[in-house]
């Protein structure tokens, strides 16, 4: 199988660092309860995945969580017949294991995937929870314990990629976005180990680089990669040289943004 499906059997002890920003978590957790499968919106390296992993892990859940690209096919999710030791054996996928186990399957970039691929989702996204198994003919019903989560970008969605009403109205949605600074500050701090008076100055200059988005970049800075940053710096890189590496050669490759985005880094930083 070449889904890059992982399985992460969290216990409750080990819950993943999230540091809620409104009341997502509560929500996530009534859609749960409610068994109703959940979408989320928001630009890459805001927090999606590790919201994810965290509410699976409160939950006691299972997480199978697959990254989802143009060559995805439902029988990567479902499963497929697979030829072992000269026996042809069925083989679950990632979607048909957490059915079967009552786990979380987690699409990341769903509008990735193959067209065909809606085709499963849409009898388990509705009241009747159902997931069809054509080539073994099974018809399994979704457990309580069973959901759908799927997230998308949709910043830089064109109109191919993008999901059917039909589709997307199947769904409780969520937009996502960068923690507020006093929320960003605390994440980059406790996540990097840097002091956070340090960490603020790091959020200040994230607001001026995120400004400049629009007119020369695609994407602002990603809380990720200021967790980046704060790492380096940590660890004695001094903070222009850091901020370069992490703010400025990730974003662009266009010589007149990167010189601005310095220009930034410098008013903040200094040289060094
Ligand atoms: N609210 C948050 N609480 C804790 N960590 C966060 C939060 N938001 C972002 N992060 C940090 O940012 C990193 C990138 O987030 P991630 O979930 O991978 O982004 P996405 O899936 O949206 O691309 C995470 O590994 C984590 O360190
Ligand atoms: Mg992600």
Redesign the pocket.
Known sequence: MDVAATVDQQSQQDVP?????GNECELFEHAFRQHLPFLLK??????????VSHMAARLGRPLYTVSCHDDLTAADLTGRYLLQGGETRWVDGPLTRAVREGGICYL?EVVEARKDVTVVLHPLTDDRRLLPLERTGELLEAPDDFMLVV?YNPGYQHILKSLKPSTRQRFVAMS?DF?PPA?ERD?VA??SGLPAQQCAALINLAARLRAMKGQDLEEGV???LL?YCATLMVNGVSATQAAQATLVEPLSDDADVQEGLMEAIRATFGED
């Open positions: 660092f999230y540091e809620p920003v928001g630009p890459t390296g805001c927090g999606k995945t590790r919201f990341d997230s996502f923690p929320v994440i406790a996540e990603s809380t990720r967790i």
